[in-house]
């Protein structure tokens, strides 16, 4: 059990550009879940993959972001021309069925 | 529609004291899942305790204490004899029975333990 990775760790970038981050969760969950946590609040949901299926997504979720479960193992999320509003810490976590969620130490995005 | 709330923002306790984190949900489901959750400063997440709604019992496990009381809607945590190394954001969640892992989380408390 290597935990759930998250990459990068950090994340500066421009508004306007696009962004992408990438979750490797523990290897035999099938489940995968995308949370944003902004400064003093807790976590939102965004999205949850089942295997490589995209099963909900949270109204949060607007147009511009798109995540991808390609053959359920890694995830990554993309956020297209960003705001400032996505300043964020973007939270993966993986569980197997509804096992308690094992969550990676999240990558942080400013927005500039 | 879901809604979790976590009235003390932070709160401040000397080494060995017993402190009490409160929580209030709302939802309208019979069948629900509430969650503790601990961030400490690394900012990983760790999980603490799930509970189904038809189980009102007490749970105890080390320092660590929950309260769960349907008829004030609280799952209230308590932590014995806190130590240096519990300080950290404490999150209670909640799910319904159909969302799984798609927690509603209350905005934390951040507890400091000082020596």
């Known amino acids: 059990d290597t935990g759930v990775s998250q990459d990068p760790r950090h994340k500066i970038t421009k508004r306007g550009q696009n962004v992408t981050f990438r979750c490797d969760p523990i290897?035999?969950?099938?489940?995968l879940y995308w949370y944003r946590q902004t400064l003093g609040q807790g976590p939102e949901f965004l999205t949850y993959?089942?295997?490589?299926?995209?099963?909900?997504k949270s109204r949060l979720l607007s147009d511009r972001f798109s995540a991808e479960r390609p053959k359920g193992s890694f995830s990554t999320l993309e956020i297209q021309r960003t705001e400032q509003g996505d300043s964020a810490m973007y939270l993966c976590?993986?569980?197997?069925?509804?096992?308690?969620?094992?969550f990676g130490n999240g990558t942080r995005l400013t927005v500039t | 529609a879901q809604k979790v709330t976590q009235a003390q923002t932070e709160i401040s306790v000397v080494e060995k004291e017993d402190v009490t984190l409160d929580c209030v949900y709302e939802?309208?489901?019979?069948?629900?899942?509430l969650f503790w959750y601990k961030q400490p400063p690394s900012g990983e997440l760790v999980f603490l305790i799930r509970?189904?709604?038809?189980?009102?019992q007490n749970e105890i496990s080390g320092r660590y204490s929950w309260n769960f009381q349907k008829s004030t809607s609280s799952f209230n945590f308590t932590i014995t004899a806190s130590q240096v190394v519990d300080s950290a954001v404490y999150f209670c969640?909640?799910?319904?029975?159909?969302?799984?892992?798609?927690?509603?989380f209350g905005g934390g408390t951040r507890l400091m333990v000082k020596p």
């Open positions: 993959f089942q295997n490589e299926a995209q099963l909900e």
């Open positions: 509970r189904n709604s038809f189980d009102e």
């Open positions: 969640a909640l799910s319904d029975n159909n969302a799984g892992n798609m927690l509603t």
């Open positions: 939802t309208r489901d019979t069948t629900y899942y």
């Open positions: 290897s035999e969950h099938n489940r």
């Open positions: 976590a993986s569980s197997l069925s509804f096992s308690p969620l094992h």
